[in-house]
């Protein structure tokens, strides 16, 4: 059973920038794949980025996440992290950490996810 921390949610003005962090109770997450959803009150839960550490690869971003956030991995930590700059008031939610065994970026983002965190807020006020 993998545990998953969230942390770095909270209020920001639009235009500004957040990090969120995800801790994991595996001593490495190389065999994983990492990812970040949100669900924002009355909508169904979303994908956001998801990455791998497999160096062939590059991370998934959904649309809306393009060009803003930014998906890293560190295996030696044990963290994932999302930096989300330039924020807008549409991206207010509430962001979970999500892991699935194996290397999928396709299916993890499709929703098929073995591991949730508790979920951080991210508001972003206008």
């Known amino acids: 059973q993998v545990q998953l921390a969230e942390s770095g949610g909270g209020l920001v003005q639009t235009g500004g920038s957040l990090r969120l962090s995800c801790a994991a109770s595996e001593r490495t997450l190389s065999t994983y794949t990492m990812g970040w959803f949100r669900q924002a009150p009355g909508k169904e839960r979303e994908f956001v980025a998801a990455?791998?550490?497999?160096?062939?690869?590059?991370?998934r971003y959904a649309d809306s996440a393009k060009g803003r956030f930014t998906i890293s991995l560190d295996n030696a930590k044990s963290i994932v992290s999302l930096q989300m700059n330039n924020l807008k008031p549409e991206d207010t939610a509430v962001y979970y950490c999500a892991a699935r065994r194996g290397w999928g970026l396709t299916t993890l983002s499709g929703g098929a996810v073995d591991y949730w965190g508790q979920g951080t807020q991210v508001t972003v006020s206008s």
């Open positions: 990455v791998t550490s497999w160096s062939g690869g590059s991370p």
